[in-house]
């Protein structure tokens, strides 16, 4: 159960587009279309933005986008704005009914 | 309104016990799996149970397996975790979870439950 691998930062100009990374195993994020994506603002609970790798909840911003290649999800966020400034975590489903998130990425919109 | 709410978090010695609570409100709570997601000051998330909704399956993290259990009460919408032999790295704010359904997301949280294991 080793956490997903994210960068630990990112950021970008209001308007541009990032996309964070969330890396691994074929033992997780490869083996299940079951990657979701979270947004976590200073002393909050965290939100969820993408679930089942690529489907938005209603309510989440079509500016969030996810998507997945082998053992790699990918969230992108589009037109950055200054209230998308927070963390975000990828988790994954792992088999047995056990779950691992991503190691966080800190995004400043600069 | 959907609302989860989570009790029982405090100050507890090293190698004590402590049994912290969630109760749901606005929700068929016997149709879903709930979850615990803790989170250490400063760092990341770390998921730490889940359990389905009929507490027939259950799922534990490694660093927590053999010293707590998550629990259910359908009649009382509560999700419970109980746990043992505390340690100094189980320091977190506690946040209880719901899954959105078979998709294995969770997609209501609680404020969550402080829980601060120090001697």
């Known amino acids: 159960q080793s956490a997903l691998t994210q960068p630990a930062s990112l950021s970008g100009s209001p308007g541009q587009s990032i996309t964070i990374s969330c890396t691994g195993t074929?033992?997780?994020?490869?083996?299940?279309?079951?990657v979701s994506w979270y947004q976590q603002h200073p002393g909050k609970a965290p939100k969820l933005l993408i679930y089942?790798?690529?489907k938005r909840p209603s309510g989440v911003s079509n500016r969030f986008s996810g998507s997945k290649s082998g053992n790699t999800a990918s969230l992108t966020i589009s037109g950055l704005q200054a209230e998308d400034e927070s963390d975000f975590y990828c988790?994954?489903?792992?088999?047995?009914?056990?779950?691992?998130f991503g190691t966080g990425t800190k995004v400043t919109v600069l | 309104q959907v609302q989860l709410v989570e009790s029982g978090g405090g100050v507890v010695q090293p190698g004590r016990s402590l049994r912290v609570s969630c109760a749901a409100s606005?929700?068929?709570?016997?149709?879903?799996?709930m979850n615990w997601v803790r989170q250490a000051p400063g760092k990341g998330l770390e998921w730490v149970a889940g359990?389905?909704?009929?507490?027939?399956?259950?799922g534990y993290a490694d660093s927590v397996k053999g010293r707590f259990t998550i629990s259910r009460d359908n009649s009382e919408n509560t999700v419970y975790l109980q746990m043992n032999s505390l340690r100094a790295d189980d320091t977190a704010v506690y946040f209880c979870?719901?899954?959105?359904?078979?998709?294995?997301?969770?997609?209501?949280w609680g404020q969550g439950t402080t829980v601060n294991v120090s001697s």
């Open positions: 979870t719901k899954d959105l359904g078979p998709g294995g997301a969770f997609d209501i």
């Open positions: 606005g929700i068929s709570f016997n149709t879903f799996g």
């Open positions: 359990i389905s909704y009929d507490e027939n399956n259950k």
């Open positions: 074929s033992s997780d994020v490869g083996s299940y279309n079951l």
């Open positions: 089942e790798d690529s």
């Open positions: 988790c994954s489903y792992a088999g047995s009914r056990t779950y691992v």
